[in-house]
């Protein structure tokens, strides 16, 4: 058959619609094709990547498993220790090895991992570089996912090289994710970046016959019992394979806690690309936006424009912590805060002295600040003030700073009770 036949059968698009159908019917040659135009933002990817998502609607999507830890914890030996275990199963797996550190994808790491694929069409790897992604590595990762989830495998692990920011992104697109540690690494566990701790959904002790293994354990029992969650750790010896049967036990485990709770429906949404999925800031669950600050210079000549397209506008407040007058003006359930300063050295009169009159902060109304603001504290979100503060009116608020919340200065107020 001629290229240009099928061209024309498949019509515009017929590549992409070759490739997808060449997927679908288990063709690991048409996939990994399929996933490099994906990566490479080839303007047939758009078209591919619908048909994916159109497909994914009708079907079970695949368990994601992140998997990252630092650099020589053992992470690929794990991985390909998981993949056996699942085939020996009967499971599909479909891997994919994220390295945002470097320029190539494929290269030297693939090497080892394709004989383990061999013939077996049950196994899919795939490495993937950042080579400067367009869109950032989250969202072209989550492409690369979304194409080989369409191929219907029953479980991808997403395996990371490190615990950088990218890194840490990129498993935060799993529905699971597991940190791999071992003992003497040197730095001890608090030397981790706390967001590679908080993502964990299960830690494991690799090389764990290996001396150190109580102490590595016992501070992450520490660490584990501080947050308060119940974080299952696991020991493995993964050159051997001691502890992936049950490693992998513990993960259907946490799948099971995971498709009757509330991440199945996250999962049923479209992810954001670059995104944390995760529904990590269940305080901010129901938030919704409460107003607009506009800090101008003259609330009296402001409002008027307000005033005569008959917006109601409430009394003038002064907040003496922020040193500004408040006046507030009603549209449906949300409202537009006017602001101005009332002393020349406060933030109101610094933001309009630097950046003129205009929008100033964006308000959400969430249900439980107390709830919020500790999420915040874990996750590592800059805050203005330490503690929550009270404002006119005696509501309660805090200002997430505009470097956290992409330029914006937040506000997060508690509703009504
Ligand atoms: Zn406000």
């Known amino acids: 058959m001629s290229e240009n036949r099928s061209e024309r059968e498949f019509g515009a698009n017929g590549h992409a619609a070759r490739l997808f159908a060449g997927l679908r019917g288990g063709d690991v040659r048409a996939l990994a094709?399929?996933?490099?135009?994906?990566?490479?933002?080839?303007?047939?990817?758009?078209g591919l990547l619908g048909l994916c998502r159109e497909v994914l609607k009708e079907m079970k999507r695949p368990l994601r498993v992140g998997i990252t830890g630092p650099p020589g914890a053992g992470k690929s030996t794990l991985v390909d220790g998981l993949a056996?275990?699942?085939?020996?199963?009967?499971?599909?797996?479909?891997?994919?090895?994220?390295?945002?550190?470097?320029?190539?994808?494929?290269?030297?790491?693939?090497?080892?991992?394709?004989?383990?694929a061999g013939e077996d069409a049950g196994v899919y790897f795939r490495s993937m570089a950042t080579r400067g992604h367009l869109g950032g590595l989250a969202a072209t990762t989550e492409d690369v996912l979304t194409v080989m989830e369409a191929a219907g495998f029953d479980v991808l692990l997403i395996e990371t090289t490190g615990v950088g920011q990218g890194e840490i992104e990129v498993v935060g697109l799993a529905d699971m994710v597991a940190v791999v540690l071992v003992p003497g690494m040197g730095d001890s566990i608090q030397g981790l970046k706390a967001g590679v701790l908080e993502i964990a959904d299960v830690f494991v002790l690799n090389k764990a016959d290996a001396p150190g293994v109580e102490r590595l354990e016992g501070e992450i029992q520490e660490v584990v019992g501080l947050s308060g969650k119940t974080v299952p750790v696991v020991k493995t010896v993964a050159t051997t394979g001691l502890g992936v049967a049950e490693l992998l036990g513990v993960l259907d485990g946490l799948r099971q806690r995971?498709?009757?709770?509330?991440?199945?429906?996250?999962?049923?949404?479209?992810?954001?690309?670059?995104?944390?999925?995760?529904p990590t800031l269940k305080a901010l669950d129901s938030?919704?936006?409460?107003?607009?600050?506009?800090?101008?210079?003259?609330?009296?000549?402001?409002?008027?424009?307000?005033?005569?397209?008959?917006?109601?506008?409430g009394d003038v407040e002064e907040v003496a912590q922020e040193r500004v007058r408040v006046a507030m003006l009603a549209l449906g359930d949300s409202r537009i805060?006017?602001?101005?300063?009332?002393?020349?050295?406060?933030?109101?009169?610094?933001?309009?002295?630097?950046?003129?009159?205009?929008l100033h902060h964006v308000a959400l109304q969430v249900p439980d600040l107390?709830?919020?603001?500790?999420?915040?504290r874990e996750l590592g979100v800059r805050l203005v003030s330490e503690t929550i503060q009270v404002g006119a009116g005696g509501h309660r608020y805090v200002f997430v700073h505009p470097s956290s919340a992409g330029g914006v200065l937040l506000e997060l107020v508690e509703a009504k009770r």
């Open 258 to 278: 995971l498709t009757s709770g509330d991440k199945a429906q996250m999962r049923a949404e479209p992810i954001m690309p670059g995104m944390n999925p995760r």
């Open 84 to 116: 056996r275990e699942l085939r020996g199963q009967g499971r599909r797996v479909g891997i994919l090895a994220v390295d945002p550190s470097s320029a190539f994808t494929g290269g030297a790491i693939l090497g080892d991992r394709i004989r383990l």
């Open 287 to 313: 938030a919704v936006l409460d107003h607009l600050g506009i800090a101008v210079r003259s609330i009296a000549e402001s409002r008027r424009l307000y005033e005569a397209l008959g917006v109601v506008v």
């Open 370 to 376: 107390e709830a919020a603001v500790e999420r915040l």
């Open 33 to 46: 094709r399929a996933v490099s135009l994906v990566e490479d933002g080839a303007a047939e990817a758009a």
């Open 337 to 358: 805060e006017l602001l101005e300063a009332t002393e020349a050295e406060s933030a109101v009169a610094r933001f309009i002295e630097k950046r003129g009159e205009g």
